[in-house]
């Protein structure tokens, strides 16, 4: 069983940045593709950003080349760093652990999941 928990989420003004942290608990993370999906109210739980146990990382298209994610295993911890934030970024954000291989973007072959933290992003 592995627990996540999110920290780092707020307000912030367009353009602004925020950094996200999730760190886990039970077992090790090292295993594990990890990844960050977001909700917005009325929408479907959408993926964001993953990466793969070798670190390999990959993007939906609305963030790439504004959202950074990173992990550190020593510390059982994923990060993600989001820049030139946007209105439209404003969602509940979760981090999720899966133990399938390669770049997973399907919410349902996640099987941890975070309780998540709120962006809201102003205009």
């Known amino acids: 069983q592995v627990q996540l928990v999110e920290s780092g989420g707020g307000l912030v003004q367009a353009g602004g940045s925020l950094r996200l942290s999730c760190t886990a608990s039970?077992?090790?993370?090292?295993?594990?593709?990890l990844g960050w999906f977001r909700q917005a109210p009325g929408k479907e739980r959408e993926f964001v950003a993953g990466?793969?146990?070798?670190?390999?990382?990959y993007y939906a298209d609305s963030v790439k080349g504004r959202f950074t994610i990173s992990r550190d295993n020593a510390k059982n911890a994923v990060y993600m760093q989001m820049n030139t934030l946007k209105p439209e970024d404003t969602a509940v954000y979760s981090c999720a652990a899966t133990i399938a291989v390669g770049k997973v973007v399907t919410k349902n072959d996640y099987y941890y999941w975070g309780q998540g933290t709120q962006v809201t992003v102003s205009s």
């Open positions: 990466i793969t146990s070798g670190s390999s990382t």
């Open positions: 039970g077992r090790t993370f090292i295993p594990y593709t």
